[in-house]
C-alpha cells in the first residue's frame, strides 16, 4: 500500500519534473544552431532599422518609395479618394441636420 503511494508520487513527480525543464528549457536555452542564430540576429538588425524608420520602409531604395506612392495614389483613385490624399487613415464625417419646414405654419 505504501509503496504504491510511493511510485504515483514519483510518477507525478517525475512528470512535472519534465514540463518544467521542458518549459525552462526553451526559455533559458540560446541559439546553439547557427541557421537559428543567424535568423535571431536578423530579426533583432530588423527591429532596429524599423524603428529608425519612423513607419517607412525599411531599406527602401527611391524606386521602391516611388513605387509605393504610384501605388498608393492608384488605390485611392480606384476608392474615390484623390491622388495624393493619404487613404490610410480613417475618414471623417460631416453629419449636418436638414432644415424642415414647421408643419403648423400660419402664412
Known amino acids: ?5 510511493i511510485v504515483s508520487a514519483a510518477r ?3 512528470v512535472q ?3 518544467n525543464y521542458g518549459v525552462s528549457a526553451v526559455l533559458l536555452s540560446k ?9 535571431v540576429t536578423k530579426l533583432r538588425d530588423y527591429a532596429q532599422k524599423s524603428k529608425s524608420a519612423g513607419g517607412k520602409l525599411v531599406d527602401a531604395s527611391p524606386e521602391i518609395e516611388k513605387e509605393l ?20 487613415n480613417f ?8 432644415t424642415i419646414d414647421p408643419i403648423n405654419s400660419t402664412a
Open 1 to 5: 500500500m505504501l509503496t504504491n503511494q
Open 12 to 14: 507525478i513527480m517525475g
Open 17 to 19: 519534473a519534465r514540463r
Open 31 to 39: 541559439a546553439t544552431d547557427p541557421i537559428q542564430q543567424l535568423f
Open 69 to 88: 506612392r504610384q501605388e498608393m495614389d492608384k488605390l485611392a483613385k480606384q476608392y474615390g479618394g484623390a491622388a495624393g490624399e493619404d487613404m490610410t
Open 91 to 98: 475618414p471623417t464625417f460631416k453629419f449636418v441636420d436638414p
